[in-house]
T-cell receptor
Framework: KQEVTQIPAALSVPEGENLVLNCSFTDSAIYNLQWFRQDPGKGLTSLLLIQSSQREQTSGRLNASLDKSSGRSTLYIAASQPGDSATYLC?????????FGKGTRLSVIA | EAQVTQNPRYLITVTGKKLTVTCSQN?????MSWYRQDPGLGLRQIYYSMNVEVTDKGDVPEGYKVSRKEKRNFPLILESPSPNQTSLYFC???????????????FGPGTRLTVT
């Protein structure tokens, strides 16, 4: 059964810093990996989707990478801003429906 | 605007009183699903549907029912709600989930349910 782990559970950084969020998964037979953002009490907003055949995807200040063989994905946020403060979730899609990690709660301090 | 809508957004009810949370998508998506989100447990899938009249259990289906009579709608039914079903519920949809190059999932805004 697929298990998805995100470390750290919480992270606090000063504004302007570059940072990396980590996601690991146990079953490499995935179709894709998706990163989401969730603001407190709100829904999930899709940030990036990486297909299993891809190595990375970029959107603005965000860059997500995927290494299926090692069961890892990273989300890189450049020049962080207070508006980036939220919980970031990764999720894997494979033979079983989407499996989520528990998220990393990011606080960017002005 | 392409979106997934849920109603109601907030609901407080009492134990045993049947309720339905509606979910609708306007993107002609085949795949729809329901999740619940609880502190410390993350998002867990309740039920999913590959297409009309096709539904399947997720990780935590007990106490819930679903139906998929139309492509756009996927209501979540709690026949006899209990306090342990107090949670934040999300509906999601995707163009397809069966092909190898599967598609992005879109989430609704969430329904906060409290059962007293």
């Amino acid at each position: 059964k697929q298990e998805v782990t995100q470390i750290p559970a919480a992270l606090s950084v000063p504004e302007g810093e570059n940072l990396v969020l980590n996601c690991s998964f146990t079953d490499s037979a995935i179709y894709n990996l998706q990163w989401f953002r969730q603001d407190p009490g709100k829904g999930l907003t899709s940030l990036l989707l990486i297909q299993s055949s891809q190595r990375e995807q970029t959107s603005g200040r965000l860059n997500a990478s995927l290494d299926k063989s090692s069961g890892r994905s990273t989300l890189y946020i450049a020049a962080s801003q207070p508006g980036d403060s939220a919980t970031y979730l990764c999720a894997c899609s494979g033979n079983t429906p989407l499996v989520f990690g528990k998220g990393t709660r990011l606080s960017v301090i002005a | 605007e392409a979106q997934v809508t849920q109603n109601p957004r907030y609901l407080i009810t009492v134990t045993g009183k049947k309720l339905t949370v509606t979910c609708s998508q306007n993107m002609n998506h085949e795949y729809m699903s329901w999740y619940r989100q609880d502190p410390g447990l993350g998002l867990r899938q309740i039920y999913y549907s590959m297409n009309v009249e096709v539904t399947d259990k997720g990780d935590v289906p007990e106490g819930y029912k679903v139906s998929r009579k139309e492509k756009r709608n996927f209501p979540l039914i709690l026949e006899s709600p209990s306090p342990n079903q107090t949670s934040l519920y999300f509906c999601a949809s995707s163009l397809s989930i069966q092909s190898v190059s599967s598609y992005e999932q879109y989430f609704g805004p969430g329904t906060r349910l409290t059962v007293t």
